[in-house]
């Protein structure tokens, strides 16, 4: 899998390549390097996102350099990130009127 | 630093295009006007389809695309008896300096000796400013504008991050930005009133945003939703998906909210990013950004948008790499290169950032090539706006 950091301070990844997840993660930063190597223990998807920094319960989200949400539980480096272990800050994760 | 050849106009502000504009105050006199601008080479014809009332968003967005400085020459088209007549939008245009010329259908004996008599004038037009060198100017006095529409997945992912970059870069070169689309922002208002240059900034930000949400529950849309989709496609909060557009404006502090309502139609008033009252409409969120002043667009889109527009050229950016395949015709960057780590994000945002400067000193665009001139212009409803106590 191929993942991309969208801003330096960011602390999670996007995974960029469609097709079957593979469990091997090579992230990019903006200028194409390779900043990190690792190892996903769940498959990951297009789009999703990727723990590129270990993020403590209660720790802000950074995506395109700003809040996107707060972890709601620890994040290891190559874990999924999305609706399981992220709160917004500003509406509950699956608001419905 | 690099140069963009343009035209200085009477008003000291830089065209990057020289269009004779035939317009219509209202529909009425739509089909003789396009009959008009058909022979004359560089004219355009535009209109607006909200009838002939005077409403104060269909007068601004008329006078600022004709003042836009892409345009050398105006040919108002009217049929004479409009209560938004060729004289209110004459006044609001004189103060340009650019030529002005006026016909009124109802006075020239009808279409024929009206289409006739407007045909020469344009022509006149049309060899005058054939006189007209392009000059360099620096890129600080360049505006963009920046839109999207029909994202994807890939366009939170690569398209709109670069054409930010880009966005960005024009700024740190003294250059201004405007972003537009205010129901884009809904969940995020917080993230954008910090990046506000002060107080007073940060509380108008918040105003457009919260009143376009507003706006859309009482419609019986909750905007705040985040879908099943959305969260399929990797979206976790209603702030990142906002966040998706919203960075195609890139990282700048903003400088001001641009007001496009009923009472007021402001205009940047100096460099850096600015944030308009604006449409989701793709066409006419363009042609406002337009008549606040920008001469170039640049357009993402993940599925395909394939629009150009009577004012502004329009760069098309993907990225997707199936749609820049599908639609080599209509779309000028893949930014689809990010995604398979073939390019960088910063090379792709050079290439749009190169790409701003060739179109801005005269390289067509895609749409240009193929003639497309859409216009719409987008005005509020009046009672419901004042039933929202908006005005």
């Known amino acids: 899998m191929k993942a991309i950091q969208i801003e330096t301070k960011d602390n999670v ?7 079957a997840p593979l469990h091997e993660v090579v992230v990019f930063n903006s200028q194409g390097e390779i900043i990190l190597n690792t190892e996903s223990e769940e498959g990951i998807s297009f789009g999703h996102k990727i723990a590129i920094k270990p993020i403590e319960r209660g720790e802000m989200i950074l995506k395109y350099g700003e809040v ?13 990130v999305h ?12 608001h419905r009127r | 630093m690099v140069d963009i050849y343009g035209y ?13 504009l035939v317009l219509a105050p209202a529909d009425c006199s739509f089909e003789p006007a396009r009959q008009v ?6 004219a355009v014809a535009i209109t607006q389809f909200y009838g002939c009332a005077e409403d104060p968003m269909v007068i601004n967005a008329l006078a600022g695309a004709a003042k836009n400085p892409n345009v050398a020459g105006v040919l108002l088209f009217g049929l004479g008896c409009e209560s938004l007549s060729n004289d209110i939008l004459l006044r609001l245009l004189e103060s340009t300096g650019k030529p002005i010329e006026s016909l009124i259908i109802q006075k020239e004996g009808g ?21 007209l060198k392009s000059r360099p100017f620096p890129v600080s006095k360049l505006t963009l504008a920046v839109e999207c529409g029909g994202s994807d997945a890939t366009s939170g992912l690569a398209a709109n991050p670069a054409v930010g970059r880009a966005a960005d870069m024009l700024i740190d070169n003294g250059g201004t930005v405007i972003i537009s689309e205010p129901q884009e ?7 954008l009133a910090r990046r506000a240059i002060n107080d007073e900034v940060a509380r108008e930000v918040f105003k457009i945003i919260e009143q376009q949400e507003k706006r859309l529950l009482e419609m019986g849309v909750d905007s705040r939703f985040i879908s099943k989709g959305n969260l399929d496609g990797g979206l976790t909060t ?23 309502d009923h009472q007021f139609f402001d205009h940047p008033t100096g460099p850096g990013l600015w944030l308009q009252d604006g449409t989701g409409w793709d066409v006419p969120s363009v042609t406002h950004m337009a008549a606040a002043g920008a001469q170039v667009a640049c357009f993402t889109s993940g599925r395909g948008s394939t629009t150009g527009h009577a004012i502004v050229p329009v760069i098309k950016i993907t990225g997707n790499p199936k749609t820049y395949n599908n639609l080599r015709d209509n779309i000028d960057i893949n930014a689809g290169t990010i995604l398979d780590g073939s390019e960088s994000l910063e090379s792709v945002a050079e290439r749009i950032y190169q790409s701003i400067i060739h179109t801005a000193s005269g390289e067509k665009t895609k749409a240009e090539a193929l003639g497309f001139k859409d216009f719409a212009v987008f005005k509020r409803d009046v009672t419901a706006e004042r039933l929202l106590g908006y005005c």
Do not use: C, Y
């Open chain 1, 68 to 80: 996107i949400g707060v972890a709601s539980a620890f994040i290891a480096v190559g874990s999924w």
């Open chain 1, 13 to 19: 990844a996007t995974i960029t390549n469609d097709g």
């Open chain 2, 111 to 131: 279409t024929i000796s009206a289409i006739e008599k407007g045909v020469r004038i344009l022509q006149g037009m049309a060899l005058k400013i054939s006189k």
């Open chain 2, 37 to 42: 601008a058909a022979p004359v080479e560089g």
């Open chain 2, 8 to 20: 200085e106009r009477p008003d000291g502000k830089v065209g990057v295009r020289n269009h004779l």
């Open chain 2, 185 to 191: 922002m809904i969940g995020a208002q917080h993230i």
């Open chain 2, 238 to 260: 209603l702030e990142e998906k906002s966040l998706g557009a919203i960075h195609k404006g890139g990282t700048r502090p903003i400088q001001g909210v641009l007001r496009n």
């Open chain 1, 83 to 94: 609706t399981h272990n992220v709160e917004s800050g500003r509406l509950p994760v699956n």
